[in-house]
């Protein structure tokens, strides 16, 4: 089985969106747009589009207005392309794990530029010293000998 139906749908429906905003709707609000995941509910009457956006937070909130304002023509779009009986409703998320990631990575690249003599540095943990290492077979006695 090549996976549930719903994950199938909203990775077409992904697809969709993403060739639609890149090339058919005309808003200007719309800016760079990537559309991340979609999921779609268990019934299919529900598509919830993640998506992530260039700019600082009033070009977020103006590219989710126009998408808003896009909802429409995507939906019957997607009813044409999908091919579903009946087109799902599209609700528009932000994705906030891509500024997660970049948090995460710029506390990480702090923590990598800290001397290591700082308080929390790699100075305060003790390596464990790994054991000397014994060729296989090596110190351990002899199986005594069965007698027959």
Do not use: C, N
């Not at 058919?24 to 990537?34: A, E, K, N, S, W």
């Amino acid at each position: 089985m090549q996976g549930s139906r719903p994950a199938r749908i909203g990775e077409e429906i992904r697809q969709e969106l993403a060739d639609l905003l890149a090339r058919d709707v005309r808003d200007p609000g719309i800016g760079f747009v990537t559309v991340t995941h979609v999921k779609v509910s268990a019934d299919l009457q529900v598509a919830r589009a993640y998506y992530t956006t260039l700019g600082d937070e009033a070009a977020r909130r103006t590219t989710a207005k126009a998408l808003e304002r896009a909802k429409p023509f995507l939906r019957q779009r997607i009813a044409a392309r999908v091919g579903l009986r009946r087109a799902p409703e599209l609700a528009f998320q932000y994705d906030e794990s891509i500024a997660r990631e970049e948090r995460i990575e710029s506390l990480l690249q702090e923590i990598r530029q800290a001397p290591a003599s700082a308080p929390g540095g790699d100075a305060d943990v003790a390596a464990p010293k790994p054991a000397d290492p014994q060729p296989a077979g090596e110190g351990r006695p002899d199986p005594a000998p069965r007698d027959e």
